[in-house]
Each structure stands twice: as C-alpha cells, then as structure tokens.
C-alpha cells in the first residue's frame, strides 16, 4: 500500500540533545499528523498540521507543515530519557466519502542518559 | 474523557477460525477507522466507519470486513484466519469527518491477534 517516506530509520541520542526527522511524499496531503507508540500501546497523537506552511509546538516538541503539502518534519529540543518510543507520520487522504492516514514506517528513538 | 477502547487486548486463534474484535469510540465521536500494524508492512488502514456506513476501504482482501453500530461502537471481522494476519490491530476514532474536512484521528490500545 501506499506509504511515506520517513528518516531516519533510528536514533541514538544523548539526554539533553535536540532530534529532527521528517516525512516525505509522492502526494499531496491536506493534513500531517505526528504520533508517538510506546511498547504494548496504540500510537498517541502529538501534533496535527492543516496548513501548508504551519508550525506548530507542543511543549518540546515542534513540527511542520511543507509548503509543497508533500512533506513535514519533528523536532524536539532538549530531549529526556521519557521520550524514547517510535515516532510516526501519518498523512490525511480523502479518498471518496472517506478519509484514511497513511503512515510512515517510524523513527526509533532511544536516548540515552 | 474516557479513550478508545479495544477488546480483547490479546488473542490466540488457529488458522482457518475466524475472529472479531470490538471498539469503542471516544463519547461523540462518530469516525471510527480500523488499521493493521505490523513489523513488516506497519501501520496499514483497512476501513473507515461513519454514521454506520463504511466510507473507506484499504487494500485488504475481502476477509477483512467490519460493522457500526448507532451507538459507533464498531467491530471488525477477519474470517479464515491465516498466519500472515498476525498483527496488532488499532482502531482509532474522531470527533466527526466531512468530505475535504481533517480531523485528528484518536488510537486506542489495540488487539493483539496471533495466528498458529
């Protein structure tokens, strides 16, 4: 199926150190939305973008919206052992009456302290 | 405000079975969507519920089907299990979806299938 592309694949980091990774696309999404799965849970929603263009933050966290509507990317500053887990993409499809989110593969991240 | 909600959270289920598995929405929501997570594809959407009616539909074969309720509580069925639909299972729901709208979609803890 139809999927993102998301980088990198992993990260090993040091408590205190900023992250980026990002998402990109063939298509064009009206909505980038940013989750975070820890081990035996579903994915928890961080941030949503619905503007080409749009930043927005969450405490650490920051994400954006490309203007091209095909890309977006996560930071998080600052970052602390309670952030490790897997971090998705996800892109918002209409697709006839519907909708469906189409997901990247996850970035793992480990920190360490 | 009460989450998502899945049952069971795990199950084991012997090839050629059948199983379903149930959801409820966040209170008010109305969308309730369905996707299959696994180490090799990842996240994968299989269908989208509103108002009872299915509005989407992934790429799943057509043992994969699912039901609304009125009260949105949802469940999805998968007939003649096979190895390869092992996987977690995550439903998610949002507050109300509109053709062109966008509204965040909500995962509940998800239901661990194995298939032996």
């Known amino acids: 199926g139809q999927q993102l592309n998301q980088s990198p694949q992993s990260m090993f980091i040091q408590e205190g150190e900023d992250v980026s990774m990002n998402c990109t696309s063939s298509?064009?999404?009206?909505?980038w939305l940013w989750y975070k799965q820890e081990p035996g849970e579903g994915p928890v929603l961080l941030i949503a973008?619905?503007?080409?263009?749009e930043l927005t933050s969450n405490g650490r966290l920051t994400a954006q919206f490309g203007i091209t509507r095909k890309d977006s990317f996560l930071n998080i500053s600052a970052s602390i052992p309670s952030d490790v887990g897997i971090y998705f993409c996800?892109?918002?499809?209409?697709?006839?009456?519907?909708?469906?989110?189409?997901f990247g593969k996850g970035t793992t991240l480990s920190v360490s302290s | 405000k009460a989450g998502v909600t899945q049952t069971p959270r795990y199950l084991i289920k012997t090839r050629g079975q059948q199983v379903t598995l149930s959801c409820s929405p966040i209170?008010?929501?109305?969308?309730v969507s369905w996707y299959q997570q696994t180490p090799g594809q990842g996240l994968q959407f299989l269908f989208e519920?509103?108002?009872?009616?299915?509005?989407n539909k992934g790429n799943f074969p057509g043992r994969f089907s699912g039901r609304q309720f009125s009260n949105s509580r949802s469940e999805m069925n998968v007939s003649t299990l096979e190895l390869g639909d092992s996987a977690l299972y995550l439903c998610?729901?949002?507050?109300?979806?509109?053709?062109?709208?966008?509204?965040?979609?909500?995962f509940g803890p998800g239901t661990r299938l194995t298939v032996t």
């Open positions: 298509s064009i999404f009206n909505t």
């Open positions: 973008l619905y503007k080409a263009g």
């Open positions: 519920y509103f108002s009872e009616t299915q509005r």
């Open positions: 996800a892109g918002q499809l209409v697709q006839g009456a519907g909708t469906a989110l189409i």
């Open positions: 998610a729901s949002s507050l109300v979806t509109l053709q062109g709208g966008s509204y965040e979609q909500y």
């Open positions: 209170s008010g929501h109305r969308s």
